[in-house]
C-alpha cells in the first residue's frame, strides 16, 4: 500500500509539473483593454490594426500592428522597421504595451501577438518555444509581404526569447532578422524543469497528491506565482488587470 501510494504521489506531482509548463495560467483580456486604435504621441499619429493569422496547424492566432503614419492619410509615409514583441510564458499581446509608444516615437513600428495557446489565440497548451516558432514563422512570412516594412529586429521576454533564439537559428529565417532583445532568456528546458522542482517541492497541496485529477488548481496557482508575483504574495492575472494608457482617441477624418 504505501508503494502503491508513493506511485500515486509521484505520479500527480508529474502531472502538476505538467500543468506548470503546458498549461499555465492563460491571460484573459477584452480586445478594448488594449487601448484606441488610433491615437496622437505627442505630434506623431498612430495606428493599431488587429488581425487574425494561422499557423502551420491551421489555429488562429490574434495579432495586433502598431505603426507610426501621416495624420492626414493614416498611412505610413517610407518603410519602417518592425519590432515584434514575443511574451512569456503565461503572458500576452497585451505585455508589449510599456515599448509600443518608446518605438513609435522613434518611427519604429511594433507587431504583437499571442501565441497559440495564450490570451485570444487558439490552441491548449504552450511549449517554451518548441510550437511558438512556428507562430514566429507565421509573423516573419507576413511582414515579408508588407512592403511598409524595411527591417525586422525580435524582442523576446522568457519564453519569447527563448522562441526568438530558436528561429534565429534556422537557415530560412535567421537572414530576416536585423537584431534582437533577450530578457530573461534561457537556454535549457530540462534546467527550466529543476528549477522549478527545486523551487516548489514540498509546497503541493497534500490533497492534490491524493486527488491525481484534480491537480489542475494547484498547478496554476504556483505557475501564477513563478511567473507574475513575489512568493510573499502570490496573484493571478485576474486579480492585477492593465489599464491602457492610450485613452486619447483621435476621430475620423472626414
Not at 74 to 88: D, K, M, Q
Request: hydrophobic content about 35%.
Amino acid at each position: 500500500e504505501v508503494a502503491v501510494a508513493a506511485l500515486g504521489a509521484a505520479g500527480a506531482m508529474t502531472d502538476i509539473f505538467a500543468g506548470l509548463i503546458c498549461r499555465p495560467p492563460r491571460k484573459q483580456y477584452k480586445i478594448d483593454e488594449l487601448g484606441p486604435t488610433r491615437y496622437l504621441l505627442h505630434d506623431q499619429m498612430c495606428i493599431r490594426r488587429d488581425l487574425e493569422l494561422k499557423n502551420r496547424k491551421k489555429m488562429k492566432i490574434a495579432c495586433s500592428h502598431y505603426l507610426p503614419v501621416d495624420s492626414d492619410t493614416f498611412e505610413v509615409e517610407a518603410p519602417v522597421p518592425c519590432v515584434v514583441y514575443l511574451h512569456g510564458n503565461s503572458g500576452s499581446r497585451m505585455d508589449a504595451d510599456d515599448l509600443v509608444d518608446f518605438y513609435l516615437e522613434h518611427k519604429i513600428s511594433v507587431f504583437s501577438l499571442d501565441f497559440s495557446g495564450c490570451g485570444l489565440s487558439e490552441g491548449e497548451y504552450v511549449t517554451l518555444g518548441h510550437r511558438e516558432k512556428e507562430d514566429l514563422h507565421m509573423v516573419l512570412d507576413y511582414l515579408a509581404d508588407l512592403k511598409c516594412i524595411s527591417h525586422i529586429g525580435l524582442y523576446g521576454r522568457s519564453m519569447g526569447a527563448a522562441t526568438a533564439l530558436l528561429v534565429a537559428a534556422d537557415d530560412k529565417y535567421y537572414h530576416r532578422i536585423r537584431g534582437m532583445v533577450l530578457d530573461s532568456c534561457y537556454t535549457s528546458v530540462r534546467q527550466v524543469l529543476q528549477e522549478l522542482a527545486k523551487k516548489y517541492v514540498g509546497k503541493v497541496a497534500p490533497q492534490a497528491l491524493q486527488h491525481a485529477p484534480q491537480h489542475a488548481p494547484a498547478a496554476s496557482a504556483l505557475a501564477t506565482e513563478h511567473a507574475h508575483a513575489p512568493a510573499q504574495t502570490p496573484q493571478t492575472p485576474a486579480q492585477t488587470p492593465q489599464t491602457p494608457r492610450r485613452s486619447r482617441w483621435c476621430p475620423s477624418r472626414p
